[in-house]
């Protein structure tokens, strides 16, 4: 007879407070799912919410703007889809008006089932929350990429996941990334670094977050080369270098008569001098 009364007591306390009387639906949630979200949701505290916010890492956090569906698994009486509005608010059928901004949407959906709980509307609800448009957290990025833009983060993306996202680097690109965060302060960063080091040189991602990646830096060369012009400096690129990306020497070309004008000076250097942006290269005539 007890084990026929609290079987009978199981059932009827995942069903809401307001029918107590008829038997649940047979969608309801397993005892063990129902026990996991209540179990969450007692740990939900103001000091968890800021680490959360401090550590994009632990999932995306809502903020104004961003579109989001909730229902309770098992009834049809709490399904909702809503927008996070200007201050920050959703409003909801039962508990009313929650704030959702600043949130991950794991620590809104443990505060919801919490409220439902306590309100006395469902014993162990099962909440479900899914973010549909999330609009609300963009970095912005510029200069020598394929498609520049503004990039919603709808989850954690690491620096060079964005990049990819907007198909890379331009050919004639800088490998010196300008990553510029909300409040002024910048980092240089290298995709070259972050390809053959651990996560901790990939930045991740924050809201307001801008990347810049530069034009290279040039040199010209002109005179008696088959090729003067202007090129991009790649890295560890000396003088000699230079002359065969110019196109090598013409017949009249001497590499005794090279020159380096540097700052408006002109030098006589060797031909592993290394390069610096805005040097110009003139290659005088041979004597015969």
Known sequence: MKTLLATASLLLGAAPAHAQTALPSPLAPPAPI??????????????????????PTQGYVLGAGDTIEISVLGTDTFNVRTQVQQDGTIA????????AAGKTAQQLRNEI???????????????N??????????????????TPGVVILDRPYRLSEVVARVGGLKDQAIDAITLTHRDGSSQKVSLRQIATSGPEADPVLVDGDKVFVAPPETFYIYGQVNAPGAYPIVEGMTVRMALAR??????LGSQNKVKLIRND????????EPLLAGDVIDVGERFF
């Open 246 to 251: 110019g196109g090598g020497l013409t017949a």
């Open 92 to 99: 909801l059928p039962l508990i009313d008006t929650v704030t």
């Open 129 to 146: 929350l899914t973010v549909t448009s999330p609009v609300s957290r963009t970095a912005t990025i510029l200069g020598q990429v394929r």
């Open 265 to 272: 000076r002109e030098l006589k250097v060797r031909l592993s």
């Open 113 to 127: 089932a919490g409220k439902l709980r306590s309100g006395g509307y469902f014993a162990r609800p099962a909440v």
């Open 34 to 55: 129902a026990a996991a979200n209540g179990q969450a949701s007692t740990q939900a505290s103001p000091v968890a919410s800021a680490a959360a916010e401090a550590a």
